[in-house]
């Protein structure tokens, strides 16, 4: 079964520090990785998403990625943090189901970053 | 500008009342999503489809059902509101054909069932 696991309920970081939240996931196949962001009362924003090629993905915002087949991870990962990043983050995984394919989220880490 | 919207942000209803969630969205995409999201739980899929009048279950589809009669249209509906049922719903849409199309979002519609 396809799941994704988002071990962090909550990532505290200064403004300025790098930040990292972290995704692991489990599917047969090759994954379709992707992280998405949602601002506080607003819907998801699609950030940055990894198919095949090259593992260090980058996206939206500054932010980027590291696909880690070994050890079956995709963190999300910024050099420099800023207060606006705070918001909720998730990470999702693409799986077969009847013929098409319908992404798993994991269930999300809050990042608050201080100035 | 891409856009996917719901039809309320905020929406109260009594238990038993039969609710309509309407989403649209103008990229004349294939696939359409509605999930349900609460505290700790990330979000949930309750149904999807693929093309028109094409529905499949998600993850939790009791007491949810769907309907798209038209490509740029799917609703949610719940036949009788149950008091569990409150929390928030986001309807998504992406291209169909391939499984790494991201996702577009709605802004969410907040529903509460007293």
């Given at each position: 079964a396809q799941s994704v696991a988002q071990p962090e309920d909550q990532v505290n970081v200064a403004e300025g520090n790098p930040l990292t939240v972290k995704c692991t996931y489990s599917v047969s196949g090759n994954p379709y990785l992707f992280w998405y962001v949602q601002y506080p009362n607003r819907g998801l924003q699609f950030l940055l998403k990894y198919i095949?090629?090259?593992?260090l993905v980058k996206g939206s915002y500054g932010f980027e990625a590291e696909f880690n087949k070994s050890q079956t991870s995709f963190h999300l990962k910024k050099p420099s943090a800023l207060v606006s990043d705070s918001a909720l983050y998730f990470c999702a995984v693409r799986r077969p189901s009847g013929g098409s394919y319908i992404p798993t989220f994991g269930r999300g880490t809050s990042l608050i970053v201080h100035p | 500008d891409v856009k996917v919207t719901q039809s309320s942000r905020y929406l109260v209803k009594r238990t038993g009342e039969k609710v309509f969630l309407e989403c649209v969205q103008d990229?004349?995409?294939e696939n359409m999503f509605w999930y349900r999201q609460d505290p700790g739980l990330g979000l949930r899929l309750i149904y999807f489809s693929y093309d028109v009048k094409m529905k499949e279950k998600g993850d939790i589809p009791e007491g949810y059902s769907v309907s798209r009669e038209k490509k740029e249209r799917f609703s949610l509906i719940l036949e009788s509101a149950s008091t569990n049922q409150t929390s928030m719903y986001l309807c998504a849409s992406s291209l169909g054909g391939s499984s790494y199309n991201e996702q577009f979002f709605g802004p969410g519609t907040r529903l509460t069932v007293l």
């Open positions: 095949t090629g090259d593992n | 990229m004349d995409h």
